[in-house]
């Protein structure tokens, strides 16, 4: 069975640093690109960017660029999403999923993590 | 990238047919063939429903079905079901591997 299991909820303090995880299992890792998907609180979906495993080859939302970064493990079928001063204003649920990404397979996310809740507060 | 524009609500009675739209520009909707069309229940993650405008995953009800006109896709769902209530979002590629999510629509089964 195709999965991505997520690391659990996480509540930090404003200026904290923070790495999420994401860890995929039942496919070819180094296949697939796996993207991140940010949530807020009662708002819609947002694309925040996208890695592809065997590379590292790394795109980013103009809107999070400099924000965020995404990294992978391909050795341990890993990708990550960190910060490295938190906002309030990050406060979320992030959900990675795998990303289909060419002409001929197309571009669509077609598996889902549960998602990981991020709460920034003081 | 902005985001695509839905509306913000949609209802139908059980058994009938509720359509929901998804505007975009030409740097994305209108530019590609691949808008996906995903569910999402409160408190789930998203459910793909529709890839690649009008194909559908294994697993998914052929009651769901998507469709494009120039800058516009659109989701139908046809014979409405109880659990059939969820958000409704639209995808698009947008070029470099970047996709662009529309705003949600609330579905409500009355």
């Known amino acids: 069975e195709v999965q991505l299991v997520q690391s659990g909820a996480d509540l930090k303090k404003p200026g904290e640093s923070l790495k999420i995880s994401c860890k995929g299992s039942g496919y070819s890792f180094t296949s697939y690109w796996i993207g991140w998907v940010r949530q807020m609180p009662g708002k819609g979906l947002e694309w925040m960017g996208i890695i592809y495993p065997a590379d590292s080859d790394t795109r980013y939302s103009p809107s999070v660029q400099g924000q965020v970064t995404i990294s992978a493990d391909k050795a341990i079928s890993t990708a990550y999403l960190q910060w490295s001063s938190l906002k309030a204003s990050d406060t979320a649920i992030y959900y990675c999923?795998?990303?289909?990404?060419?002409?001929?397979?197309?571009?669509?996310?077609?598996?889902w993590g549960k998602g990981t809740t991020v709460t920034v507060s003081s | 990238q902005s985001a695509l524009t839905q509306p913000r609500s949609v209802s139908g009675s059980p058994g009938q047919s509720v359509t929901i739209s998804c505007t975009g520009t030409s740097s994305d909707v209108g530019g590609y063939n691949y808008v996906s069309w995903y569910q999402q229940h409160p408190d789930k993650a998203p459910k793909l429903m529709i890839y690649d405008v009008s194909k559908w995953p294994s697993g998914v009800p052929d009651r769901f079905s998507g469709s494009k006109s120039g800058n516009t896709a659109s989701l139908t769902i046809s014979g409405l079901q109880a659990e059939d209530e969820a958000d409704y979002y639209c995808c698009s590629y947008a070029g470099s591997q970047i996709l662009v999510f529309g705003g949600g629509t609330k579905l409500t089964v009355l």
């Open positions: 999923a795998r990303q289909y990404g060419s002409s001929i397979r197309g571009y669509y996310m077609d598996v």
